[in-house]
Structure formats: structure tokens, C-alpha cells
């Protein structure tokens, strides 16, 4: 059954499928602060459902990311794929290529706090293929 404790995890609204260009599989996004002539960045809540992610992309001013329910996954281009777990704070360095995402058993919600300091938020690149996304698996 689909669950009230599973639903329970994500403490934001789930808010609107995110773009199916930018995305593989079921991804919600909710912003919770754009940007303004006060603060150089948006926030976002995005939630992944399992084996969902983003494209790969960098931020031009870079992107932290807070996960607040379940486990995912996060990759910078030439490192190995990484868990990521509820309570983790990561730091994405500026026009660093990377994806994020749920693990392939478990939803994962997360905080994205992008700095856009006139360059935009994301460049978004090509799709993590299933062989990339798998990678974790040979650890
Ligand atoms: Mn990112």
C-alpha cells in the first residue's frame, strides 16, 4: 500500500513533475524560494521516486543539497556513484558536472539551494543512462 508513511517523508508539498527533458523517470519539484534582488538563489524541494534522476548538469555558481527523507544517489563525471542518506548535506562546486537521484529502492527527497549569480541555474547536459545510474552496484 502506498503510504501514508511513505508520503509522510516529505515534509513540502510534492509539487509539479518536473521537466521531462531535464529528468529519467518520476521526479516532483516544489520551489520554496526564488531568486530576488536580495538573494542570489532559489530553493527547491525535488523528490525522486525510486530509480528516478536528474540529467547530468552543473550549476554555474554551484548547488548545495540537503536530503531530508530516504536514500540517493549523487555523482560527480569521473568519480564513482555515492549513497546519499537522509540528513546529508552535499556541496556541488561551480560548473562541476554531476547528477543526483533516488537509489533504486527507495524514494529520496531533497533540498537544492542553487546559487545563480547572473550566469542562470543549470546547465542541463545528456541523460544518466541505466549503465551509469547501475554503476553503484559494482561499488
Ligand atoms: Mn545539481
Known amino acids: 500500500m502506498d503510504t501514508a ?23 516532483h519539484l516544489q520551489m520554496l ?33 540537503i536530503v531530508l527523507s530516504g536514500r540517493g544517489l549523487y555523482q560527480e563525471k569521473g568519480k564513482p556513484v555515492r549513497t546519499i542518506n537522509k540528513g546529508e548535506t552535499i556541496i556541488c562546486p561551480s560548473n562541476l558536472e554531476h547528477w543526483h537521484g533516488a537509489s533504486p529502492d527507495s524514494r529520496m527527497n531533497h533540498i537544492a539551494i542553487t546559487n545563480d549569480k547572473g550566469a542562470g541555474g543549470v546547465v542541463w547536459l545528456k541523460p544518466v543512462t541505466d549503465e551509469e545510474y547501475n554503476a553503484h552496484e559494482k561499488g
Open 33 to 65: 524560494a526564488q531568486k530576488t534582488e536580495s538573494n542570489e538563489y532559489s530553493v527547491g524541494s525535488v523528490t525522486f521516486e525510486p530509480g528516478a534522476r536528474s540529467n547530468w548538469h552543473t550549476h554555474p555558481a554551484g548547488q548545495t543539497l
Open 5 to 27: 508513511a511513505n508520503n509522510s517523508e516529505v515534509i513540502f508539498p510534492k509539487g509539479e513533475p518536473a521537466p521531462a527533458d531535464y529528468f529519467t523517470g518520476k521526479v
